[in-house]
């Protein structure tokens, strides 16, 4: 992986992951999860604009917007499913307010990245990889 | 020493009320020496979010699978996590956990292959016990390890595997999948991520009952007579009958297999992980689409 392209605030993200033992990371992911944020008003009352991903266990629901030539990202799945919003909490807080570029370069494979295989198995993580999948074809989509 | 049961009356009609304990019995005895309470649950992290007091946590992807080859842990692997769980060989264990005790019952269930005797559920599991308004901590459990005994899984008793699966054909298979895994229109359950099956549909002759239509909308198990109904007189299923039961990977089918083994009395019941995972991507078995149980190829 080229590790240079890696925006700054999802290498961190990484490397404080990659820093904890690994039951620690479990604790780190609980953290991210808590600090998803709530949806705005305007997709709260509209969850049909909403787009699940199938990719994970739980039900989560992503929705992309892009302004400005910034992405915005918002996410909500339910509080019973923690690892879940957890990884929509990383990514969330990794790719707001990024360009769509760079959001589009983010590596396929980043959520391999976080050492989290072992902390929570790979089926899991790919969950979040599917999210990542889904939030890059939005983007290119609202882009077009 | 185990536990005294729990004598609730309801529990009473099962063919083994030693099996399920009750929200009321457990608050009771929380902390009681020789019981250890587990969750196991789907997510990962729901433990951490809260959790019964002095509850452990016994995850089924990291804890009980073994990390490389497609197989339960080992006899030493079980024993070194059950003595950091602070589990002995002689201690009652009770297991709950979400969407109505799934991952618990499949715990159990793993639990059973290696012997361990007293091992219950915790009836309406998780969401029962949080419904009630009853206590969670996020507290760790404070667990002094022990010494559990190495013992060798015996997988002939209460697992099937492939090969065990095509011998059985001709006496009953419950299919516990939801109806569009069953009849081929999806090889995942609704919302779930695709685990890798190359053809849709059941194996020939398996009956549809999916799994949840055992729980009640409380999560609780449905009572005595209401099982009976759906297994015996719905399904067909007799006294003595040998039955194998299977979902995607296994887990969904530990729930129908404690059913039918704990609560309706059947003895020769075997869960089948392997499941679709496996049969829907082996090369020339027998595969049925459609609603219909299907018929037995020729052989």
Same mark, same amino acid.
């Given at each position: 992986m080229d590790t240079t392209a890696l925006p700054e605030r999802l290498a961190e993200t990484r490397d404080d992951f990659l820093a904890l033992e690994v039951k620690d990371r479990l604790q780190l992911l609980l953290e991210f999860s808590n600090e998803l944020p709530e949806l705005p008003e305007r997709y709260a009352d509209h969850p049909e604009l909403l787009e699940r991903v199938e990719e994970c266990q739980s039900p989560v629901y992503l929705f992309v917007e892009v302004e400005d030539g910034r992405v915005h990202l918002h996410a909500t799945a339910p509080r019973e499913s923690p690892t879940t919003r957890g990884f929509a909490s990383i990514l969330v807080q990794g790719l707001d307010g990024l360009t769509a570029q760079e959001v589009l370069d983010v590596p396929a494979d980043y959520p391999q990245s976080l050492g989290l295989g072992q902390a929570v198995s790979p @089926?899991?993580?790919?969950?979040?990889?599917?999210? @990542?999948?889904r939030i890059k074809r939005q983007v290119a989509e609202r882009r077009a | 020493m185990s536990v005294a049961f729990d004598p609730a009356e309801k529990f009473a009609e099962y063919a083994h009320p030693e099996r399920l304990v009750s929200t009321d019995w457990l608050a009771e005895r929380l902390g009681e020496p020789g019981l250890v309470v587990v969750e196991s649950d789907e997510d990962v992290l729901l433990y951490e979010t809260g959790h019964i007091p002095g509850a452990v946590k016994i995850d089924w992807h990291t804890e009980l699978n073994d990390p490389v080859v497609r197989d339960y842990v080992d006899g030493e692997q079980f024993a070194a996590l059950l003595g950091s769980k602070g589990i002995a060989r002689e201690t009652t264990v009770v297991i709950y956990g979400d969407k109505n005790n799934w991952w618990a019952a499949y715990a159990l269930w793993v639990f059973t292959l290696f012997g361990h005797e007293d091992v219950r559920l915790l009836d309406g599991g998780r969401d029962l016990w949080?419904?009630?308004?009853?206590?969670?901590?996020?507290?760790?459990?404070?667990?002094?390890?022990?010494?559990?005994?190495?013992?060798?899984?015996?997988?002939?008793?209460?697992?099937?595997?492939?090969e065990d699966v095509l011998a059985h054909l001709g006496k009953p298979l419950i299919d516990v999948r939801s109806p569009e895994e069953y009849s081929g229109e999806r090889t995942t359950a609704p919302a779930y991520p695709e685990e890798g099956a190359l053809r849709a549909g059941h194996i020939p002759t398996a009956a549809s009952v999916p799994w949840a239509r055992a729980a009640a909308s409380d999560g609780t198990f449905r009572s005595r007579s209401e099982l009976d109904a759906i297994y015996r007189d719905e399904v067909g299923?007799?006294?003595?009958?040998?039955?194998?039961?299977?979902?995607?990977?296994?887990?969904?089918?530990?729930?129908?297999?404690?059913?039918?083994?704990?609560?309706?009395?059947?003895?020769?019941?075997?869960?089948?992980?392997?499941?679709?995972t496996e049969w829907g991507s082996a090369v020339r078995v027998p595969i049925v689409t459609g609603e219909a149980r299907g018929e037995l190829p020729a052989r």
């Open positions: @089926l899991r993580v790919r969950g979040m990889t599917g999210m @990542l999948g | 949080i419904a009630e308004g009853r206590e969670l901590t996020t507290a760790p459990a404070e667990v002094t390890p022990v010494e559990y005994p190495v013992v060798e899984r015996d997988d002939t008793v209460v697992r099937a595997f492939k299923l007799a006294d003595g009958d040998e039955v194998v039961a299977y979902c995607r990977i296994g887990e969904r089918s530990s729930h129908t297999w404690f059913v039918l083994t704990h609560l309706l009395g059947f003895e020769r019941v075997r869960n089948y992980d392997g499941s679709w």
